[in-house]
C-alpha cells in the first residue's frame, strides 16, 4: 500500500487530490472512475478537515491506496473525534429550493460515487474510512453476446439478421456475435453483418466478432474486411473492448 | 479558483474557473457576499471554465439562491442566482445531488443574462 500522512488542513485537499488522480491512473481507472474516485476522497478529506478536527488544532490524516483484482481501495485515516455515519442525515434531493437543506452532501456523494464504503472506528486507529472503487465493466444491459452456429449463407443469414434485430428491439445495442462454431461464411452472409454493422453504429452501439474459425476469418482477410469489422480471439476480449473504441 | 465579473445594469456575471472545493468555497461566497452587499441581487454563474466542484462550493450555490430569491420587487420579479455553460463533469455532479432541478441552466450567458 502506497500512503502519505498530512496535516489535516485545508492546504492538504490539492496534495490529496494529487496523490489520488495519480493513484487511480496507475491503476488504470477510466478518466470518469478517477474523477469520481477523486470527488470523494476529496468529499472524504474535507470531512476529516472540517469535522474532525477542531480547525485551529489540526491532526493528521493519512491515506492510503491499493490496487487488486479489479478493486482499487482507498483507506482514510484520523485520529480526531469519532464519526457516526448514522448520525448524518441522507439529504432528500428532490426537495424544492425553499425546504432544501444547504448541507449534508458529502457523504451521501461518496456512497454514490464509490462502489463500497465503509466507516470504521478503532481505538487505537481512530476513524478509518475504507472506499472501493471496481474497475471491471458494468455490466451493460445494452450488451448481448450471440453465439452463432453452422453455415452463414443466403439461405440463413435472415435468420442472424432477424436474430439480431430482436435483441435489438429489446434495448441491444452492443452485439457481440460468438463465430466459434460457424463453419462456412458466403458472401451474403458478410453483407448481413455489414448491414447488422451499419444499423448498430446508427443506434449508437457496436458490433464485434470473436473466435472465427481459420476458414471463416479468411474470407475476411480476401475482402479486406478485417479493415471494417472489430474482429477479436476470444469472447472476453471483444467484451472488454466495447465502448474502447474502433469497432 | 478565479472569479471575473462583469457587471450589466440589472445583472451580474460571475465567470467561476478553475476548483471550487472547501479551500476555495469561502472566496466564491465572498463574491457573492460583496453583490448581495450592495442590493445586487440577480448574479448569473458563468460555469464555463469549472473544472470541479465539491459539497462546500455546491453549498455556496444553494445559499446564494435561496438568499437572492428572498428579495423582491414586486411578487413576479426579484432576485434570483441563475447558471450558463454548465461543462458535463459538473453537470452530473448537479444530477446527483439534484441539483440540476434547484436552478435555472442556460445553455449560454447571453441567454442567462436576458432572462432576467
Redesign the interface.
Known amino acids: 500500500m502506497d500512503s502519505i500522512t498530512l496535516v489535516a488542513d485545508l492546504d492538504a485537499l490539492a496534495k490529496i487530490s494529487a496523490f489520488i488522480t495519480e493513484a487511480a491512473e496507475l491503476s488504470g481507472l477510466d478518466e470518469r472512475a478517477t474523477w469520481q474516485v477523486q470527488l470523494a476522497v476529496d468529499e472524504a478529506a474535507t470531512n476529516v478537515i472540517q469535522h474532525a478536527y477542531d480547525l485551529d488544532e489540526p491532526g493528521e490524516l493519512m491515506l492510503a491506496w491499493e490496487y487488486a483484482e479489479s478493486r482499487f481501495t482507498v483507506i482514510l485515516r484520523d485520529n480526531g473525534r469519532q464519526f457516526d455515519p448514522e448520525a448524518v442525515p441522507t439529504p432528500d434531493i428532490s426537495s424544492p429550493l425553499e425546504e432544501r437543506q444547504v448541507g449534508g452532501l458529502g457523504i451521501y456523494l461518496i456512497t454514490r460515487l464509490m462502489d463500497e464504503v465503509r466507516f470504521d472506528f478503532h481505538p487505537q486507529h481512530g476513524n478509518v474510512l475504507t472506499m472501493v472503487k471496481y474497475t471491471t465493466l458494468d455490466p451493460r444491459e445494452d450488451l448481448v453476446i450471440l453465439p452463432i452456429h453452422g453455415r452463414v449463407d443466403a439461405i440463413t443469414a435472415p435468420q442472424l439478421t432477424a436474430a439480431v434485430h430482436e435483441q435489438i428491439t429489446t434495448g441491444a445495442r452492443f452485439v457481440l456475435l460468438d463465430l466459434a462454431d460457424v463453419t462456412f461464411l458466403s458472401s451474403s452472409g458478410l453483407r448481413a453483418l455489414l448491414l447488422i454493422r451499419k444499423e448498430l453504429m446508427t443506434l449508437g452501439g457496436e458490433l464485434r466478432l470473436a473466435e472465427l474459425q481459420t476458414q471463416v476469418h479468411e474470407v475476411f482477410v480476401l475482402t479486406g474486411f478485417t479493415q471494417v469489422f472489430a474482429i477479436h480471439n476470444t469472447v472476453e476480449e471483444a467484451r472488454g473492448a466495447f465502448g474502447q473504441g474502433r469497432a | 479558483m478565479d472569479v471575473t465579473h462583469r457587471r450589466f445594469n440589472r445583472v451580474d456575471l460571475l465567470e467561476v474557473t478553475g476548483r471550487v ?3 476555495t468555497a469561502a472566496k466564491l461566497k465572498q463574491h457573492v457576499d460583496a453583490l448581495f452587499d450592495e442590493g445586487r441581487y440577480r448574479i448569473v454563474f458563468d460555469l464555463v471554465g469549472l473544472e ?1 466542484i ?3 462550493g ?2 455556496v450555490l ?2 446564494a ?2 438568499r437572492a ?1 428572498e428579495w423582491k420587487i414586486t411578487d413576479l420579479e426579484g432576485g434570483d442566482i441563475r447558471i450558463a455553460n454548465l461543462p458535463p ?1 459538473i453537470k452530473e ?1 448537479f444530477d ?3 441539483f440540476t ?2 436552478f435555472e441552466i442556460f445553455s449560454d450567458t447571453v441567454e442567462a443574462v436576458g432572462s432576467f
Open positions: 472545493d472547501a479551500a470541479y465539491s459539497s462546500p455546491l453549498r444553494i445559499e439562491r435561496k430569491r463533469k455532479v446527483l445531488t439534484g432541478g434547484l
